[in-house]
């Protein structure tokens, strides 16, 4: 079974950066869609950012722009440089590996952007 497990959350203040990792117990990400979802308090869970096993990739409107996702040489991680960060970022940002019959999470980073 495949793991995930996010890093690199914590408290920015609005207008700065920050780079969440997902790595993966294996080197899933050539064979696997890579995402990043993110759940608001009160709010339903949303696609932020996909890169699927060729390289294509798709973003939120509410991001574009200010995200990009990409994956490591050795195919086990996936990243999300965050930049420009707003306040309406604040969530639990989720890593997603799916495929057919295969559909993973991670446990969830904080991030949380505020002054």
């Known amino acids: 079974q495949v793991q995930l497990v996010e890093s690199g959350g914590g408290l920015v203040q609005p207008g700065g950066s920050l780079r969440l990792s997902c790595a993966a117990s294996q080197s899933i990400f050539s064979r696997y869609t890579a995402g990043w979802y993110r759940q608001a308090p009160g709010k339903q869970r949303e696609l932020v950012a996909a890169i699927t096993n060729g390289g294509v990739t798709n973003y939120a409107d509410s991001v574009k722009g200010r995200f990009t996702i990409s994956r490591g040489t050795a195919r086990n991680t996936v990243f999300l440089q965050m930049n420009s960060l707003r306040p309406e970022d604040t969530a639990v940002y989720y890593c997603?590996?799916?495929?057919?019959?295969?559909?993973?999470w991670g446990q969830g980073t904080q991030v949380t952007v505020s002054s």
């Open positions: 997603n590996a799916r495929r057919t019959l295969s559909d993973v």
